[in-house]
Each structure stands twice: as C-alpha cells, then as structure tokens.
C-alpha cells in the first residue's frame, strides 16, 4: 500500500470535477509526463482502493472551516487501504497554509489504533518507522484532536488513480472514483460499509500536485481540455449531501448494542498491543 517515499509532504493542490467520459483522454495525455503509480499497476482503471476515517468535533468544525473557506485549516484522519491485520493505519494531519496544502502522516500498527486514539503514549512497536518526523505527526494528530475534542464522524471510500514523476516526487496527479461515505463514529478502522451515499457520482475527482514551479503542461492540459478549477472536499461534501445532522453527536448515533460492540472491539485490540509490547 502507498507509503512515505512518495508523499508530497508540501505543495501545492489543484481540483477539478470532471465527466467521466473526460478521463480516459486525459489519462493518454498524463501518461506523457508521469508513470503510473505502482499501487495501481494491474489493477482496474490503474486504481487502488483508499478508505478514510474523518475525525471532527460535534459542532463539526473541520467541515465548517472547509465549507466556509478559512484561510488556515486542517482536517483529522485516519488512512488505510485494506483491512488485513498486518497493514497499516495512517494517522495524518492535512493542513492549508494560505495555499500551500502540509501534510504530516504516522504509520502505526492496525492493533494500537485504539490505544493511540485513546491518547496512550506510543511505544516503538505501535510505529512502523522510528523517524522523528512520524512521531511528530502522530503527537500533532493527538493534540489537535484532544483540542477539538474530536472523534471518528465519517468513514469515506473511493478508488484512486494515480500518476507520479519517474524521477522525484514533485509532481502528482490523480483520479478519483466512485466516492462514498457514511457516518461512522467508531475508531476501528473497517472496509465495509452498512449504507453509503455516493458523492459527485457523475463525476471524477482530478487532483493536480506540485511542490515547487506550476509544470507548462499543466497549464496546457488545463487549456486542452477547457478544465475550471472546483472545490471538492470528499468529507465536506458528503457531510453537506447527508446532513449535518447525522454527524453531530456520535453517542446519540450508537444504540447500546453498537456501543458495547465498540467497546469489546476496543478492549480486545487492546489487549493485543499490550501483549505484542510485552513480546
């Protein structure tokens, strides 16, 4: 599953909405310039499967600084990309600083998610790099969620294709499909999903990324296919398409069953990251 050594930690960040029809051509005129990201290569549409889990607080603030355009803002999340027990979990933060899109990511193990979320301190067998930088990200995601007294809200999934530069990491682009979301308000990271509502369903999602210079091709590729730059936020969206309502309070979402259910769920992973820190 996608990892570090193509992160672009900060850049820069274009979106568009296309026709679905638009995107086959456009993906001839990428493949001049990028290569296909490796995670994609064999699969349908190029395209690997990513799954979200947005953290907001009850008044939603997150959404509400989206939705209105603050200047400074950050959303809270965790990414995974399938639901096997060995892979990862991803706690990042995603921050725009004017313009400029920063993003700080930490791989953990997918048993000390519950741990983590519940603000235990890491130990070095919950992190699967022992860089600084990953630390940091995961101790940024702890206090800006203790801050906002944020929980899990919305578990988001689409198909993402991507192209990336054969040489560095300093150019991206991306296609996104078949977005979805539901409320969900448990911190479990799971891949099925009860009752989902697709977002921008006639539509693909075309993200471009650049860390330094605005590529000339871009600008001709935006020119070539009369693109107009849209505001697609995947969990904002799919908030506003549902209601803000069903997001609010997740305790009052849960019926007792759900409630226990999480709490047996939390107890016994749990109990698994303790035993493998003892090992």
Known sequence: MPQDHRL???RFELKYLLDKDLALPMRDFVSAYLEPDEYGVGRP???YSV???Y????DLKTHCDSINGTKNRFKLRLRYYDDHPHSPVFFEVKAR???CIIKQRCGVRRDAVPLLVAGHLPQHE???SKEPRHLVALQKFNLLMHQLNARPKAHNHYFREAWVSPNNNSVRVTFDRAVRIEPYFRAVPVTEMTNP???FPEFVILELKFTTRYPNWFKEMVRVFNLMQF???KYSEGVLFLGEHRFHNGDKALDEAESNLYARSADVAASGAFASAED
Do not use: C, K, T, Y
């Open 8 to 10: 672009q930690a900060q």
């Open 45 to 47: 549409n190029l395209s």
């Open 51 to 53: 799954h979200s889990l």
């Open 55 to 58: 953290f907001d607080s009850d």
């Open 97 to 99: 600083v004017d313009s």
């Open 126 to 128: 919950h992190l699967l």
């Open 197 to 199: 509502v697709p977002v």
């Open 231 to 233: 505001s697609s936020a």
